[in-house]
């Protein structure tokens, strides 16, 4: 897994992931989590784990404060005629 700060919204994050990521990705996924208030303490109390989309990609993230860590699930192609899974 690798770790990098990514500067999003007037924040910075620390992404861990293992797959490369799009910086269209990650800030989609970003977005997403912005807008489920997912940073919030409280939030993240009983939160804490997200299955995100983003294009064609199905993604599991867990967010611990401003780390977020990002796994690539599952990819799908052509309008669901042919699936690709983890």
Known sequence: ?????????NNIFTITFED????TEVRSI???LL???AFN???QEKEGAYCLTCGAAQFSVWVVELEVI???DQMVFDSNTFKFFD
């Open 1 to 9: 897994m690798e770790s990098m700060p990514f500067l999003h919204a």
């Open 20 to 23: 490369d990521l799009a910086f």
């Open 30 to 32: 970003l977005d997403q």
């Open 35 to 37: 807008e489920r208030n």
């Open 41 to 43: 303490p409280e939030t």
């Open 70 to 72: 990002i796994r690539r």
